[in-house]
């Protein structure tokens, strides 16, 4: 019969070179996993790499005289044969292991006369193109064993979270168990079934002398794990560089990318990582409390007037949302509520735990602070509780989730690597959207940089004086509308320098630098940086950021300022392996290019696009902001001369930005609602999103090191701070200022004709 249907057979020559369904797996730069897509969770091993007491159970369970026959096991078929004559059923008894391999590769799951007959004679060609532990290999690779798991290793990490060789003979014996029924005898669906079909594999084992007494006895009593480990290989929590992951390798290569084994490493910092999250978090709950508390999320009321059991079952199906726990009040009185939280039991939270609690009345106002526990907390409220380090141990903390959301990106300034990436309060709760990609929001004061940039380029220099002093746009809203915009506080500060109008934010020396740098020659600018300009139109309110920008393309375009002056483009996937051809795609090694043209679209190159030193001027101005102009409280935070950054808040405080830099690092924190609503009056960039950078560049930052050192052509000059002009050193209030001699348009500021020169140095007049 072999003969005569041998050539109505599939070939299995391709079995030999047998491409499984694999998932892909996104790694940190260190090979850390981030997560994992795909219907099937396989990870295949050879024949070598799998223990004897994994073969062993799986033969006894499946097939004892598999290492006997030559793929079918006629005694076997002959009893299937009986029981069909006897019941009038047919039945699946009767497979062999190899047969197994026919039909999971080849056939169908009907059970018809006919395919049980190419089951066997497949079987019998299998048997003669390959060995047997090629054979056993094949199968315990491609079976399916529930919960996503195909294949021992895959079901040995849901299930026990081991490794193949860490596994004792009940483990081998419960995963040998599952193939017949996955899905109702696991042991987390089913325990009971789990256990009746484990000792029946033991049994089986014990009888075929694989195990001796003292190992059936010890395994019979060993306790099933009662949960899946489905997430315990993950060791980077970073949802939204995972999920950006793939839906670029679904891009590149299909559906397919979910099968095709994929190994993704990207440029995630594992450290970094965790340091992002932790300050995001922390800074949306801070502006969340400033605000008062909104109340319970639900009342469980009911649920306390059941058994303790329920509701301890109802309260484990409440996730955690971004670390913070759901609790039920049990009972309240004036000075502490007993609440029953999740993973924690019953906790006490006393009015110090809450005293930020307020009523929330809206964005600007919030009732008296409570001055009892009852007066915030009901029994049955379904509460948040945030857990804080004391000096007593762990502690607790009233918390809620906060209705304001955020973005933080930091990157690497020289190569555009994105380092950490959090686009939200929580990806699994909030909604997947990823703010640092996706949220156009105007930065506000944060594109002055771009802007001032620009007027070093044409001739400005940070002494310049310009009038900070009212402007009328004509025509500036729409025609016929005048534009009338005002400085922050509606203030007006007479004539002032240019460093010290960055420094303090001013915006109407932003609007007359537009003016007169000119709006085109600002727009083409921004471009430079790789800032989205295509859409914008040559208008004076750019000035104070009136287009959008997502928080990435901020973060990128103040890398330029902190790499000396290059334009990088981020990137996140450094390196895509497949297992049967190795690396099949990677980022290359970004080389900066004095030379090669701006519009570049070579990954590789990260063109030039300002002045080293136009960069190293903005550096320093941008230092100014942090030591003493809006962006202070980095300076007091962190006391470091080697970091610079700039606020931004749009009009009404509805965003809220700062992006800086230091040694390596270039980040960008923003805070914002989804609905574009107002933050609320004083949530400026200083107050909302600037102690996330520095909670963030606190953790990640070198220690310092030497101070940095101009580049070619910087000159220095002594100048007056009221008027900008060159002074001797030693005149009263006597400033030293940074100049670019090698730029055709700057000059140094004229000599102070009232100062006295006496003996002090003064620089050379014809530097330039």
Not at 136 to 149: D, E, P, S, T
């Given at each position: 019969?072999?003969?005569?249907?041998?050539?109505?057979?599939?070939?299995?020559?391709?079995?030999?070179?047998v491409r499984y369904q694999m998932p892909m797996r996104i790694h940190d730069r260190e090979g850390g996993l981030i997560a994992e897509f795909g219907?099937?969770?396989r990870f295949p091993v050879s024949y070598d790499q799998l223990p004897p007491v994994v073969v062993d159970a799986f033969v006894a369970a499946e097939d004892d005289r598999f290492f006997e026959h030559i793929g079918v096991d006629f005694l076997g078929l002959a009893r299937a044969a009986i029981e069909l004559v006897r019941t009038g059923e047919?039945?699946?008894?009767?497979?062999?292991?190899?047969m197994q391999v026919a039909r999971n590769f080849y056939l169908g799951r009907e059970k018809t006369y006919t395919r049980k007959l190419y089951e066997i004679l497949l079987a019998v060609k299998i048997e003669r193109a390959f060995s047997k532990e090629e054979i056993?290999?094949?199968?315990?690779?491609?079976?399916?064993?529930?919960?996503?798991?195909y294949g021992v290793k895959a079901a040995a990490q849901i299930y026990f979270d081991k490794d193949l060789p860490e596994l004792t003979a009940a483990e081998a014996a419960m995963l040998a168990a599952l193939p017949k029924a996955p899905s109702t005898t696991n042991p987390v669906s089913d325990p009971e079934r789990a256990l009746a079909r484990r000792a029946y594999v033991l049994g089986r084992m014990l009888k075929l002398g694989l195990i001796d007494q003292a190992t059936f006895e010890r395994s019979i009593d060993e306790p099933l794990p009662g949960r899946l480990y489905t997430s315990s290989e993950v060791e980077t929590r970073a949802p939204y560089a995972a999920e950006m992951a793939r839906r670029d390798l679904v891009e590149n290569y299909g559906q397919e990318a979910y099968e095709m084994g994929l190994a993704v490493y990207t440029s995630i910092d594992p450290e970094a990582q965790q340091s992002a999250t932790r300050a995001l978090r922390q800074g949306l709950i801070d502006y969340d409390r400033r605000h008062g508390y909104r109340g319970p999320e639900s009342d469980w009321s009911d649920w306390l007037e059941e058994d303790r059991e329920a509701l301890e079952k109802q309260l484990a199906s409440t996730s955690r949302v971004g670390g913070l726990m759901p609790g039920v009040v049990l009972e309240v009185e004036a000075a502490g509520a007993r609440v029953l939280v999740r993973d924690a039991g019953e906790v006490v939270l006393d009015l110090d735990s809450m005293s930020w609690a307020c009523e929330y009345l809206d964005t600007d106002r919030c009732g008296p602070k409570p001055k009892a526990v009852d007066e915030v907390l009901n029994p049955g409220d379904l509460i948040r509780v945030e857990p804080v380090e004391s000096r007593d141990g762990l502690a607790y903390r009233l918390a809620q989730i906060p209705e304001v959301t955020g973005a933080f990106v930091a990157l690497e300034p020289s190569s555009g690597a994105i380092r950490a990436m959090i686009g939200g309060f929580d990806f699994f709760h909030d909604s997947e959207f990823n703010n640092v990609l996706r949220a156009e929001r105007q930065p506000g004061s944060g594109f002055k940089p771009f802007l001032y940039s620009a007027a070093l380029d044409q001739g400005f220099t940070w002494a310049s004086m310009i009038n900070d002093s009212p402007v009328v746009v004509e025509d500036g809203v729409r025609q016929g509308i005048?534009?009338?915009p005002s400085n922050y506080g509606r203030d007006f500060g007479g004539m002032r320098r240019m460093r010290d109008a960055l420094t303090r934010s001013v915006n109407l020396i932003s609007i007359r630098l537009a003016q007169a740098v000119g709006t085109p020659l600002v727009l083409e600018y921004a471009g430079r940086f790789g800032l989205p300009v295509e859409e914008w139109k040559p208008t004076l309110s750019m000035a104070l950021g009136s287009y959008t920008l997502t928080p990435l393309d901020q973060a990128a375009g103040f890398a330029v300022f902190a790499n000396g002056g290059y334009r990088v483009t981020p990137f996140l996937i450094t390196e895509v392996d497949n297992p049967d051809d190795g690396v099949i795609d990677s980022h290359p090694a970004v080389s900066q290019c004095d030379n090669c043209p701006v519009d570049t679209a070579d990954p590789s190159l990260a063109p030039r696009v300002i002045s080293a030193q136009n960069a190293f001027l903005m550096r320093s101005g941008l230092r100014g902001v942090v030591r003493e102009g809006t962006g202070v409280r980095a300076w007091r935070a962190l006391e470091r001369e080697d970091i610079g950054g700039k606020t931004g808040t749009t009009n009404d405080q509805r965003d809220a930005w700062f992006t800086g830099f230091g040694p390596g690092w270039v980040a960008t924190a923003w805070v914002g609602f989804s609905s574009n609503g107002e933050l609320g009056r004083r949530e400026t960039g200083g107050k909302a999103a600037l102690p996330v950078w520095i909670d963030f560049m606190r953790?990640?930052?070198p220690p310092p090191g030497e101070t940095e050192q101009p580049p070619e052509g910087i000159v220095t000059a002594w100048i007056d701070p009221d008027n900008g002009k060159r002074v001797p050193e030693d005149h009263p209030g006597a400033i030293r200022e940074y100049f670019d001699s090698t730029n055709p348009q700057a000059s140094l500021p004229e000599k102070d004709a009232a100062a006295a020169s006496g003996t002090s140095r003064e620089v050379i007049d014809n530097l330039f």
């Open positions: 019969m072999y003969h005569l249907y041998n050539t109505q057979l599939p070939s299995v020559d391709e079995l030999g070179e219907d099937q969770r047919k039945s699946q008894g009767g497979s062999t292991i190899t056993l290999a094949l199968y315990l690779n491609k079976i399916f064993m529930g919960h996503r798991a005048d534009w009338r953790d990640v930052l």
